[in-house]
């Protein structure tokens, strides 16, 4: 299963999860900067991201190396704002809004979004002992945090793995036939539900059965 457009709104993504990150990163990070450690390898990969940018000639990225602590915050603010504005599917980008997000999850000021038709089709599944496996642009760790404190309770034990842009781009052939190699399962017997054509194409490619959801707000096919 995909999650934006097909388990939970794009409008729940774009106009919940993502404004949360980029209204909050700043006060995030004044909060965090000094006392906590798990921020500093979040960091370290945006910075690497931020050198990569720069190499392929991007000239709007802000100074990640800024020796003033309240500069570097700012610049990493401005940096995350940028790439939150693109959409860019990045990890480091990905990682980082997911621990924000865990944060709003775990205190209550975020529920993730799930369609109504999500946990009846998870307990049938089950049922009929079918694994159910997660393939998002979205970071594991968020992956886990929509379906873990969803508005629909925990949904986490109806799924047997997860995976993201680690196993490689939703747009390429490649990155399915990985996946199918990782669960051990013929891509002729995986089915995979979208709602991004392009990412259907590419399991048709890999050998899967597809199947393109249309939900409220999704583009038009």
């Known amino acids: 299963l995909s999650v934006q457009g097909t388990t939970t709104s794009i409008s729940f993504v774009h106009e919940v999860l993502f404004p949360y990150a980029r209204d909050n990163a700043l006060d995030f990070l004044t909060k965090h900067w000094d006392s906590d ?57 990905k990682n980082f809004q997911g621990y924000i997000w865990k944060f709003a999850y775990e205190d209550g000021s975020v529920k993730g979004h799930v369609y109504p038709d999500v946990l009846p089709s998870l307990k049938k599944f089950t049922e009929n002992g079918i694994p159910v496996y997660i393939y998002s642009s979205g970071s594991i760790s968020a992956q886990k945090l929509i379906f873990g404190f969803s508005e629909a309770g925990d949904l986490l034990p109806y799924f047997k793995g997860h995976f993201d842009t680690t196993s490689g781009s939703k747009l390429e052939k490649k990155s399915y036939i990985t996946i199918a190699n990782e669960i ?38």
């Open 37 to 93: 450690k798990n921020l500093k390898p979040l960091l370290d990969a945006l910075k690497s991201q931020a050198d990569e940018d720069k190499k392929a000639g991007r000239k709007d990225v802000p100074d990640l190396n800024a020796k003033k602590k309240d500069v570097l915050i700012k610049n990493y603010v401005a940096y995350i704002h940028s790439m939150i504005k693109e959409d860019r599917k990045i990890g480091a980008l």
């Open 184 to 221: 051990g399962i013929e891509p002729s017997k995986i089915l995979f539900l979208s709602d991004n054509v392009k990412e259907i194409e590419a399991a048709n490619e890999a050998g899967y059965i597809t199947c393109i959801l249309f939900r409220p707000g999704n583009a038009e096919l």
